[in-house]
Structures are given as structure tokens and as C-alpha cells.
């Protein structure tokens, strides 16, 4: 069995935000300046008091006290304003995939660094989590990563971004690999004789997983009215996927692929008027077809979670129920260009049709559809609610009529939760 022992920050997580946020809080709570956002980051690293005393010019007492103030913050949200790095989630699938003995040996504390795999849902792919005792806040590195390796073992590799990670593993006497993405630098790692450098997490898989195939990512789809909020939604879902470290790919329909996008530029046309409701949902299957083949599965094959501006839904919707062509015979026209390919999770974002006009007459210009009657968008609301009802298990379904910021909440959580039992399973 092989030992893959990894740091916590500057390796898996990318936790400056939470640290920067808290000291933010000390030194504003005690009426200190703080410097220039660019020069923000030497405080990520030395001990607080040292920053504190240097670069804020505060007395020990002073210190003392925004150490306090610090803490408090830290320990209750800055620890959470973290990210994962793009593609840590797929590497740890595939060592557990291989059956290797997978543990982390940290700086911080034990149960903080729990709580924060627990959080980010990536408690579950480490066989050990260690960090410092109450009582040893000093432990070194090559304790830390001793600790964290089984009774018996035979090959076993650490994984860190600064120099003390590189010679902790050095004194156990184990293979050193530094990341480069993290807080330290090349040279700092080649400096502290590291065995191999990786610069980016895509590297990172590729020595410790050569050849292997990339778990397979997810098909994840967003749907609603013109005027749900769509784009903003859409924006907040990324970020939160990519802060728990998965690959998102962005795509659109109408579009999604070079000839799919020629085929929007007809769609939406205003001047085409005269379009038989056939011949729209022909051109909106064909753009799919294009788009399923040409990127949704691909970005999928390649362990990319993909993020569509809506699919199929919305040909039942405006197709099916605005243009009245009716659900089933729409489902018939894409059965051939979807073939099988459906979103693990589908977000609609439920709002009336009216307050969707609503929130449409304030904004600019309307497009062939959003010009459409109030009728129309009815019609399109019931075919949605339709579809939702068929299939309770695919949608995620959020209250979108409240403020963008809960709506963005709600959605990750529906959608997070999903995409962990599908990452169990
Ligand atoms: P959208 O990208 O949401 O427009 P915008 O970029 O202006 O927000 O979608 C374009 C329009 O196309 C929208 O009104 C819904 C419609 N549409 C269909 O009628 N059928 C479909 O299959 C798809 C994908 C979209």
C-alpha cells in the first residue's frame, strides 16, 4: 500500500481569504490601518504576533489583544472562507480509487482541520487527519507526517507547498513532491531538495497517478423564465463549485459549440419572424445534438463538472408548452440529440411569470422569445412545472423571487448535497 500524506493550506485549500478577512477584522476593531490590498499577503505565513508587531506597528500588549480578536474570527468564519483547489477533489477520488492510504499532516490544529475537509465534503477520502495536540502547539513537520502514517507501510510520498513540508518528509526519509501553486515558491522548494516539483494540481495527478483516467465529472444544468435571474445564479453556483475544488466548465444553449452558436444567431433573431414553431425546435435539437457530442460529454469524460445555461428543459417549455407544440413531441424531436445524455442536477429557479416580466421590463432589449406575450411565458411556466413533477429526483428546485444573495445559498446547497451522493455512489 502507498502513503500519500498531504498539507492542509497552500496545498489542498487555498485559505488566505479567511486569514486575510480576520486580521482585516483585528486591526480595524483596534483602529489600525491596514496596508494596501497587493501587499496584503505577507501576512499569510509568519506567526501573528510577528505581523502584528512588524507591519502594524503594534505594541506587545496590542498584539496580544488583536491575536485574540483574530482567533475569535477565525475559528468561527475565516476558516470557512476557503477554497479548494480546482481538481484536489478528482485527485483524491483517484488515490482512493487505487487504494492508497491517504492522510494529512498539518500545522493547524487537529479538529479545525477536520472541520474544514468536513465542510468542503472531503473528510471522507483521508484515512488520518493530524495536526498538533493541545498541549505540543510546537510539533515539528517530520512528527506531524509520522503520525500521520500507518503502523506499517512500505512506499510513501509528501505533498506540500513550503520548505518545512519538504524537509519534514526528507527527516522520515520519504519521497518529497512540492507544489508550486501554493504559498511557497519553486525555489524555495527545490532550496529544501524536493524530488519533483508540480506546478499545477493537473500535474500534481499526473505523478502521482500516471496514465490514470480521470473519475468522470457531472452534467449539471440551470433552467427558468427569461427574468428567474439566471446569469447572476449562474455565477454564484460556479463560484461555490469551484471553491469546493471541482473543475467547472461554463456552457450555454442555444450555442455550447461553434455551429451550435450559429445556429443561436437565427434563433434569437428578431427579424425572424415567420419561423414555423417546427422549425425552432428542429434548429434548437440541432444546436443540442452539436453541443452533447462536441462538449457536454467530453468535458464530462474528462472529470470537468459542467455548467449549462439551460438543455432539453427549455425546448419542453417554450417549445412544448409556449409554442404549444406540446411536451411529448418535443421529448420525441431531442430523443435522438440528447441519446441519453441528461444533467445529473437541474437548478429552476421558480419564480411567477409575472414577476418575471416584471424584473424583464426593467432590463434592456427583448430577444424573439422574451418579446413573446404574457401568455406565452404562462404557458412556458406550466410546461416547466410540468416537467418538474416528472422527474422530482433530477430538479433542484429554489425560490428564486428572494434576494440573489439566499437564492445563491439555497442552490448551492441543493446542488452540493447532489453532487455528494453522486460522488459516494
Ligand atoms: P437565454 O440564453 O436564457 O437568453 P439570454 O442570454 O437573453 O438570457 O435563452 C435564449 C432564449 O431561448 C430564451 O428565451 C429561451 C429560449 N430557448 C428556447 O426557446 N428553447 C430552447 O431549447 C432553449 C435552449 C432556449
Redesign the pocket.
Known amino acids: 500500500m502507498r502513503c500519500v500524506i498531504f498539507d492542509l493550506d497552500g496545498t489542498l485549500t487555498q485559505s488566505h481569504e479567511g486569514i486575510l478577512n480576520s486580521i482585516a477584522h483585528a486591526a480595524e476593531t483596534m483602529g489600525f490601518a491596514l496596508p494596501p490590498e497587493a501587499e496584503r499577503m505577507k501576512f499569510v505565513g509568519p506567526p501573528l504576533d510577528y505581523s502584528f508587531r512588524n507591519y502594524l506597528g503594534m505594541t506587545p500588549e496590542e498584539s496580544m489583544r488583536a491575536v485574540a480578536l483574530y482567533r475569535e474570527r477565525y475559528w468561527s468564519v475565516g476558516m470557512f472562507e476557503n477554497r479548494v483547489y480546482p481538481g484536489i477533489r478528482n485527485l483524491l477520488r483517484m488515490l482512493k480509487r487505487r487504494g492508497d492510504w491517504v492522510a494529512v499532516a498539518t500545522g493547524k490544529p487537529t479538529e479545525p482541520s477536520r472541520k474544514i475537509l468536513e465542510h468542503f465534503g472531503l473528510l471522507r477520502y483521508f484515512d488520518r487527519v493530524v495536526g498538533p495536540d493541545e498541549n505540543d502547539h510546537r510539533a515539528e513537520k517530520e512528527t506531524l507526517i509520522r503520525r500521520a502514517l500507518p503502523e506499517t507501510w512500505e512506499e510513501a510520498v509528501m505533498v506540500g507547498d513550503r520548505c518545512f513540508d519538504i524537509e519534514g518528509g526528507r527527516k522520515v526519509g520519504i519521497r518529497t513532491v512540492g507544489v508550486c501553486y501554493g504559498y511557497g515558491t519553486e525555489a524555495e522548494l527545490r532550496e529544501a531538495d524536493c524530488d519533483e516539483t508540480a506546478a499545477t494540481v493537473d500535474a500534481l495527478i499526473n505523478l502521482l497517478c500516471p496514465g490514470e483516467a480521470r473519475p468522470a465529472g457531472a452534467f449539471l444544468s440551470v433552467e427558468g423564465l427569461?427574468g428567474s435571474g439566471?446569469?447572476t445564479q449562474i455565477g454564484l453556483l460556479a463560484d461555490a463549485l469551484d471553491r469546493w475544488g471541482f473543475e467547472v466548465v461554463h456552457s450555454?444553449?442555444?450555442g455550447g459549440s461553434p455551429v451550435g452558436e450559429k445556429i443561436r444567431d437565427i434563433?434569437?433573431d428578431p427579424q425572424n419572424r415567420g419561423m414555423e414553431p417546427l422549425t425552432?425546435a428542429l434548429l434548437?435539437a440541432a444546436s443540442?445534438a452539436q453541443h452533447v457530442r462536441e462538449a457536454i460529454r467530453p468535458a464530462v469524460a474528462a472529470g470537468k463538472t459542467l455548467l449549462c445555461?439551460?438543455?432539453?428543459d427549455?425546448?419542453v417549455a417554450?417549445?412544448g408548452g409556449?409554442r404549444g407544440l406540446g411536451v411529448q413531441r418535443v421529448l420525441e424531436i431531442n430523443r435522438e440529440a440528447v441519446d441519453g445524455t441528461w444533467p445529473l442536477v437541474t437548478l429552476y429557479l421558480d419564480i411567477p411569470h409575472r414577476e418575471a416580466l416584471k424584473r424583464r421590463m426593467a432590463a434592456s432589449d427583448p430577444?424573439r422569445?422574451?418579446a413573446e406575450p404574457e401568455d406565452f411565458h404562462r404557458r412556458v411556466e406550466e410546461a416547466y412545472r410540468a416537467m418538474i413533477a416528472a422527474h422530482p429526483e433530477r430538479f433542484a428546485v429554489v425560490d428564486a423571487t428572494r434576494s440573489a444573495e439566499e437564492v445563491g445559498k439555497q442552490a448551492a446547497e441543493q446542488v452540493l448535497s447532489r453532487l455528494m451522493a453522486a460522488e459516494e455512489a
Request: charged share 45%.
Open positions: 427569461d439566471k446569469s450555454r444553449e442555444p434563433l434569437l425552432e434548437f443540442r445555461d439551460r438543455f432539453v427549455s425546448s417554450y417549445q409556449g430577444d422569445m422574451e
